[in-house]
Nanobody
Framework: QVQLVESGGGLVQAGGSLRLSCAAS????????MGWFRQAPGKEREFVAA????????YYSGSVKGRFTISRDNAKNTLYLQMNSLKPEDTAVYYC???????????????WGQGTQVTVQV
């Protein structure tokens, strides 16, 4: 099992940047497919980005590609999401997730963090 704790959310103006962190305990992040998802009020949880287990291939949703970067620090056992050029439509609760196998884009991950709020003001 793995426990996930997100941090780094907050209030930022449009065009600004934030870096989210997801600290893992119990097992190393390199053991899992790791992903970031987000959920805005009244909307379904949606895929943002993911990184594969062994070779660190990265996957992004079309709405964040080119602005967000997912990375993994195995030594710190932490997953990151660098978010640049933020837009008001990026406002959501952001969740870190892990799974041992399967796809990258769907929400049926095995483990989830509690989420961190990101609010982007105009």
């Amino acid at each position: 099992q793995v426990q996930l704790v997100e941090s780094g959310g907050g209030l930022v103006q449009a065009g600004g940047s934030l870096r989210l962190s997801c600290a893992a305990s119990g097992r190393t992040v390199s053991s899992y497919i790791m992903g970031w998802f987000r959920q805005a009020p009244g909307k379904e949880r949606e895929f943002v980005a993911a990184v594969s287990r062994v070779t660190p291939n990265k996957y992004y949703s079309g709405s964040v590609k080119g602005r967000f970067t997912i990375s993994r620090d195995n030594a710190k056992n932490t997953l990151y999401l660098q978010m640049n050029s933020l837009k008001p439509e990026d406002t959501a609760v952001y969740y870190c997730a892990a799974r041992t196998s399967g796809g990258y884009y769907t929400t049926d991950y095995d483990y989830w963090g509690q989420g961190t709020q990101v609010t982007v003001q105009v």
